[in-house]
């Protein structure tokens, strides 16, 4: 049997959304014992127990909330405490997610569990801090999104978990180009949520329209894509960003975009119905262990254009049905928005 925990609403997000398949994988081989999470399913109460953050109001109105970094180490840090404190019945193994684990891992192996799970949304820590450090020193827009406490915090898990699950090739590589036996890892096969599919209605435009979701950083390659679509020489275009900045030097930087290119959009609605009438999804991160939304992108039948350094880039057929760019690369991102353009 199995204690699951992840500091994400039962299918919320892509944490959420990866943690909710695992809860129905382990609950449909009849090995779910409990779940604690931030939010749990309206039928779960008897199974779950929802985790409240008090930090979390105190979050919002303390500067910390411009340093999102140090939120999400405190934030994760803050619930995997808390997990552990409310470890008190033995199960066969504990599993939790990268940066909220070791704590509860610890306590769990004290008190006699036999098997600890780490699943990672990302890459080895390490690499990922070597792409952010690439991201922000030639892009100096913000700070980094990686504080150093989480980066030591996750190379302790890595110690005592007995195994890892990663989301995707690209991220299994990593842990193997640092040492890591192969026997620890275990592959994860995300699964797409079934209302991604192409739209059933003929378009209505000539808008040659891209779209982008998900928060808006550098180590996300926000920038990139301004770049690069401030450079298309198409007028009847359309970019649409669907998201938010997490912090002030983005938001001023998304700002001033916005004021000098009318064809930019930003929202933050579902991205489905706007998915549905796109010409292009373009994912260009320094980092992205997986990356649900061009795969939900791909699922619309959308065409993608990922960088080298995301996960999801293992289903794209180079030619048929998106481009891998070079990482951090927006004359390579201006160069496949015209020729998908041109093949529309």
């Known amino acids: 049997m199995k204690t699951l925990a ?25 090995e779910l014992q409990t779940y604690m999470s ?24 303390n500067p910390l909330r411009f340093s999102a970094g140090l939120q999400r180490y405190a934030s994760e840090d803050l619930f995997d405490r808390t997990v ?13 997610f990268s940066g909220q684990f070791f704590h509860a891992a610890t ?23 070597e792409r952010y450090r690439e991201a922000h020193t030639r892009w100096p827009i913000e700070r ?19 195994r890892i699950y990663v989301p995707s090739e690209y991220a299994r590589q990593t842990f193997i180009d640092r040492g890591f036996d192969e026997s620890k890892l275990v592959r994860t096969y995300l699964k797409i949520n079934p209302r991604f599919v192409p739209s059933e209605e003929t378009r209505r435009d000539e808008t040659f329209r891209v779209i ?39 938001l ?19 991205s489905l119905p706007l998915l549905q009438h796109a010409d292009c999804y373009v994912h260009p991160p320094y980092h992205d262990g997986y990356g649900y939304a061009p795969v939900e992108a791909l699922y619309c039948g959308v065409p993608v254009i990922l960088s080298e350094d995301t996960g999801a880039k293992e289903n794209v057929v180079e030619g048929q049905n998106g481009y891998v760019v070079p990482t951090g690369s927006w004359d390579a991102i201006l160069e496949r928005l015209i020729q998908i353009y041109n093949s529309r």
């Open 252 to 270: 001023r930087y998304i700002e001033e975009w916005a004021a000098k290119e009318p064809r930019l959009k930003i929202v933050e609605e579902d």
């Open 6 to 30: 992840c500091n994400a609403p039962y299918n919320l997000g892509g944490m959420g959304a990866h943690f909710a398949q695992i809860v129905e994988e382990t609950r449909a081989l009849d």
């Open 144 to 162: 980094s999104v990686l504080d150093p406490r989480m980066i030591k915090k996750q190379l302790r898990e890595y110690e005592i978990a007995d």
């Open 84 to 96: 552990a404190r409310r470890l008190t019945n033995r199960t066969e193994t504990f599993a939790g």
């Open 107 to 129: 306590r769990a192996r004290k008190i006699g569990f036999e098997t600890l799970e780490l699943h990672s949304t990302a890459a080895h820590i390490e690499y990922a801090a």
């Open 38 to 61: 931030t939010g749990i399913h309206p039928d779960d109460e008897l199974v779950a127990s929802q985790v409240d953050q008090a930090l979390t109001g105190w979050l919002v109105k």
């Open 212 to 250: 982008y979701s998900g928060d808006l950083t550098v180590t996300m390659g926000t920038h990139l894509l301004l770049e690069a679509f401030s450079r298309l020489d198409i007028r009847d275009a359309e970019l649409i960003l669907i998201g938010a900045p997490l912090s002030r030097g983005m």
